[in-house]
């Protein structure tokens, strides 16, 4: 054993060294803490190489929970497309508002409200002017609603007491407006109280894609969301895609040089902003993804809460490369993970 | 015999048996009746309503380098599952003797992380509902490994705090047998004051003590038990003792020996208390080793050693037995650093506390009589001075010894 203080200043950097991930261990300073820590405590330097998290092999049982983060990535639902007399192509969606138990974290329970028996709900994903419908069951105990964001009638707009108002427990309606304008949108509950509502889980992205498309890609959809689960209103649980570390586990496949699209909505509630920041690589960032035209090439971008982006990036080497909130704490409790790069 | 004689005719049968018997048939019934309700479930009562109580408390933290050491109790009446540990706002990786803590049961949950010297740290268990207990370390201090080195310290510490100013105290002696009888019983009215300013400083220590730990034992309520426990126990002593010199010639003094012995084990208890206080401060590192606190004690506890050379004035015993009365005032702050720095408690320091102040209370009620005047009142112009000005120098020198 090294005397009190030595290891415990040692394992310190060790933890800052983890904290900032590959890059922070290159340091001579991190790399001789990382060793120190070694020798005097196995524990503590396993700590530091596995970026803190859950204790090893601590993982939630996504088929008990009805829903991977893996499978939800690239989960873009398309719903069922037929034709209007005018030729003009309807879109149906079923959405069914639920109570499920998810575990949120390995062994903690939480009683969220869903839609699909998943968080976030499905990526519903359409072309702009393409008529939608969509039609919501509440199987749900408590009143729900189903929010748009985008641009639709008042009495389609998913709120109490305007158009379809509040669906009771049981009750079903169908929410029916034009697919405009095209980019990236969310939609979410809005019974009061708003932030039981939307915490719980009731929220996923929407996605409108524009007339003439957007370049080939790999698509994937990132929800930045949280838990509260001691209900003291702020997050014990930070992620994207609900489990927090999940592609910490399982790291993200990407092909080098391939073009990376990633829809990237904020659902946090109780905390002010969410950000994103991915490792060694610049994005070119779409915000709300209404204009095909970049509007800032950048490694980190902030949302608040409904704000949403489209990022577009390339990976020119292969390995491991974090992405995660760069608020030290969302990172830490969940909200970090990794891409992989492959040849 | 008129009133057996009426019963009779009716209870004949019951008359006849044996009383063991008629004592022991209700025991029985009450235990048979309360295994067919438990057998039952409580039959009509349903389950309980609400999600289940999680209360943990916890009893102990230990530092070494790059891990930080729970002892967790379940102070509820559900059992608890530790399904993650979040230190500062970051999930860690941990280790639990048992995840499932059953109802009073207690477990050792492991942290391994790199915390440092000097900072705070704010732990919180999240359970399998989501709850959360929390736990703040405010100063992380390693604490100290359990080798002899250690035992040696703190066997100083309790020699500093402890023996040394008891004994110094006691050096009043030849003083006390020189004085009038007037300001001898000033003295004695001192003692008391003195003492009573211990138990109610006791009382209020054992009070926040458990007010700390896990309250399934009964927190604040073991305190007043220790109390009643110890002050019973020690007036069943004196009265013994008192009924075995009954009409002995040597009686006044056999009298005094008693009461300083009374008073030596009482500020005894007192001391242990004081040593649980000093040696789990110390292993938390909440507490500086120094000279400032010795000095403090030395001069604190010296009024200790007043205390118990007063009632002895008149008949002073012989060198061994004053000795002896230090070594009971004094050694036990030496078993108490130990304890408390070892296997620190706040369900058995709560009970140790009050039991010091349970045997206060009662050497207190020993040497109330030595305080009167022949015919008069205990409380006397003179003797309410003694007391008054106990409290004072008590209260004056605790403020240098505030840990």
Sequence with gaps: ?343 | MEARGAVEPAGGTLERAPAWLLGLVPLLLIVAGIAVIAALGGPGLGERKGPPVEELSVERTVLHPGEIELTVRNDGPDPVTISQVIVNDSYVDFSADEQKVGRLDATKVKIPYPWIEGESYETQLLTSTGGTIDHEIPVAVETPSKDSSFYGLMALLGLYVGIVPVTLGMLWLPFVRRISAQWLRFLLALTIGLLAFLAIDATFEGIDVAGEGSQAFGGATLVFLGAAVSYLVLAAIAGWSAAAVEGSRERSRTRGWEIALLVAIAIGLHNLGEGLAIGSAYAVGALALGAFLVIGFAIHNTTEGLAIVAPVASRPPTLMRLVLLGAIAGAPAIVGAWIGAAAFNSSVAALLLGVGVGAIAQVIQQLAPAIRDRSGPILRPLTVAGILAGFAIMYVTSLLVNI
């Design chain 1, 1 to 343: 054993m090294l005397a009190a203080l030595g290891p415990a200043v040692g394992a310190g950097v060790a933890a800052r060294a983890g904290l900032l991930g590959s890059d922070g261990a290159s340091t001579a300073l991190a790399g001789e803490a990382h060793h120190e820590t070694a020798a005097a405590v196995p524990a503590a330097a396993h700590a530091g190489e596995g970026h803190l998290g859950f204790p090893d092999g601590a993982r939630v049982d996504h088929r008990a929970n009805g829903f991977d983060p893996a499978e939800l990535l690239r989960d873009f639902d398309h719903g069922k497309v037929t034709r209007l007399a005018s030729g003009r192509v309807l879109r149906e969606w079923e959405l069914v508002a639920q109570d499920r138990e998810i575990e949120v974290a390995p062994g903690v329970k939480f009683a969220a409200w869903t839609y699909n028996g998943r968080i976030p709900g499905p990526a519903l994903r359409c072309n702009e002017g393409e008529r939608l419908r969509i039609r919501f069951g509440n199987g749900s105990e408590h009143p729900h609603t189903i929010h748009f964001h985008g641009i639709h009638p008042a009495e389609m707009d998913g709120v109490p007491g305007i158009g379809l108002g509040t669906i009771q427990p049981g009750k079903s309606v169908t929410y029916e407006f034009d697919a405009e304008p095209f980019g990236l949108h969310l939609y979410h509950c809005h019974v009061t109280p708003l932030i039981d509502h939307i915490h719980k889980g009731m929220y996923g992205a929407f996605l409108i894609d524009p007339r003439k498309g957007r370049p080939e890609a790999d698509e994937m959809v990132m929800v930045m969301n949280g838990f509260d689960t001691n209900f003291d209103r702020s997050n014990e649980i930070y992620a994207v895609n609900t489990v927090p570390f999940a592609y910490m586990n399982d790291p993200i496949v990407v092909k080098r040089n391939e073009l990376v699209r990633i829809y990237l909505v904020n659902l946090l509630e109780f905390d002010l902003v969410n950000s994103l920041h991915v490792h060694a690589n610049f994005f070119h960032y779409f915000p709300t993804g209404t204009s095909l035209e970049p509007v800032e090439y950048t490694d980190t971008v902030m949302q608040c809460q409904g704000q949403r982006g489209v990022l577009e990036l390339r990976f020119p080497y292969e390995g491991r490369y974090m992405f995660h909130a760069h608020q030290s704490e969302f990172a830490q409790l969940g909200w970090m993970g990794f891409f992989e790069v492959k040849d």
